[in-house]
DNA sequence: ATCAGCTGTGCCGCTGAGTGGAACACGAAT
DNA sequence: ATTCGTGTTCCACTCAGCGGCACAGCTGAT
């Protein structure tokens, strides 16, 4: 029964406000539209409970309903998300700096922060062209194989490290082979001011990851290049990455607006 | 006492989710953190329930609370937002086009959608020397005075349009000076497959946009680029940007992803 | 030192908003 | 015809949510 219980049973009732979010979660990438029924079964709550509450979502522009009948993420999330400081906040006076980066090295330019054990995408750029990434905006990132992620875990509190050294297991996405070798590697990421990171997954990519900070010296965001491998030399990348961190880091001085480390 | 029930008072209760979105909407841009109190005052709900839901959104992710107890939105939400076709959907498959219109031209991209009565602009790519803009990504627009606006009002149903025609009032921000008159331009952007637009409040600056399609035809989007009044002649701009318009709306046919009119 | 006013927070009895099962009408596949 | 799935409305039960109240801590003015 306990199982039971959990799985939204009657009479029960749990916050709404949990649900909302449970229904919220329903939706991911490949999921963009959901109709009542698979709303109802991914979420686990009743069908008439589910569309109660969706319409209350739709009301408030949270969803939006389709003329057929599907359900779809409305623009009043987007309006409400774009006042996240750690998230179009930072991205907002990132922006120019990345656009330079982009429109020197014409590859991929990604911007992150961590969230909880995540690395979450703020930003990505992108030409036409260039090979996909795996990762899209408002997608999480593991912290232990992306360039930007060893940044970010690199400076993240000692508490968050060490959990996910511990927890660490080797990939195929990742050259690391051991904890004791993530350890190390966080280190030199630290002593070095920037990140290599690897991935042969989809597409055979190298990535060159350099730290944002807040004014108080707090690492905020991770901003990196993904290139094809085999291109220019990895190095050559280096300078620009970490000048652009830089620049960002130094007008996050003056527009105060977006400077805070994470509340965890 | 109908005026003093509607204002939050005591026994009465309304929609959890209702609540939960005046909490959301107490964030505007300059107002990015927020007290307890000014939460509370902001939304009209109580102290101690204002604490409690916000609570709650913080445990989902929707809000997160700062060292120093301010509340603010959360990255969480940014996730979710990113999934809505008309925002983030739209913008991933028009961001690379934006992107080369950019890098040609150097000066403000917008991309914006209708919601409503309002646009809403999805994304704004912008140099940094550039002058400012008065519009924010995740902000509103009238329809009546920006070049996005014109374009996304011209092809909007009947009925807003009418609406919005009817209650147009000429301000200091647009040549439009009668309702009559914004009929005419409506009747031209249709024609001629662009609009052009005048601003003069805080910098003097014109703007021309261009209507982008989903598959079945329905204009779903504006695209526009903003230049400072006095630079080049602006009919130097009109096929720029409407090629990159139609370029998107291309690209629209083969990633189905995002393509819908509004459900309104 | 004392006060007044502001905060954020915890407590707790009352009650109506939220609950989900049942029953419905519709369409499509069997 | 029958079965399945869908979106929808209805409704009696009840527990989650409610907000007034009290308390503690931190200002600054007296």
Do not use: C
Not at 19 to 41: I, N, P
Not at 116 to 133: C, F, I, K, Q, T
Not at 203 to 229: E, H, K, Q, Y
């Amino acid at each position: 029964m306990t199982e039971q219980a959990r799985a939204g049973r009657t009479g029960a009732g749990e916050a709404v406000i949990e649900r909302a979010a449970r229904l919220l979660a329903a939706f991911t990438a490949d999921h963009r539209q959901l109709s009542l029924a698979e709303l109802s079964r991914r979420s686990g709550i009743p069908r008439s409970s589910a569309l109660r509450l969706a319409r209350k979502l739709v009301d408030v522009g949270a969803l939006e309903r389709r003329s057929d009948g599907a359900f779809v993420v409305g623009l009043r999330l987007l309006e409400v998300a774009t006042l996240a400081p750690r998230g179009h906040g930072l991205r907002a006076v990132a922006m120019p700096y990345m656009e330079d980066l982009f429109a020197v090295t014409r590859q991929h330019v990604l911007l992150a922060v961590r969230d909880g054990d995540d690395a979450l995408l703020v930003e990505r750029l992108s030409a036409h062209g260039a090979m996909p990434v795996q990762y899209r905006v408002g997608g999480r990132l593991p912290l232990t194989s992306t360039g930007v992620g060893l940044v970010l875990l690199a400076h993240a509190p000692a508490d968050v490290q060490e959990r996910t050294i511990e927890e660490f297991v080797p990939s195929a996405d990742t050259e690391i082979r051991s904890p004791a070798e993530l350890r190390r590697t966080l280190a030199e990421v630290r002593r070095g001011g920037f990140a290599r990171g690897r991935q042969s997954e989809p597409w055979s990519v190298s990535t060159v990851a350099a730290p944002v900070r807040a004014p108080d010296g707090a690492v905020v965001a991770a901003l990196s290049v993904v290139v094809p491998t085999g291109g220019p030399d990895l190095g050559t990348y280096v300078h620009v990455v970490q000048t652009t961190a830089l620049a960002v880091t130094r007008e996050l001085n003056y527009s105060s607006v977006a400077a805070d480390r994470t509340p965890t």
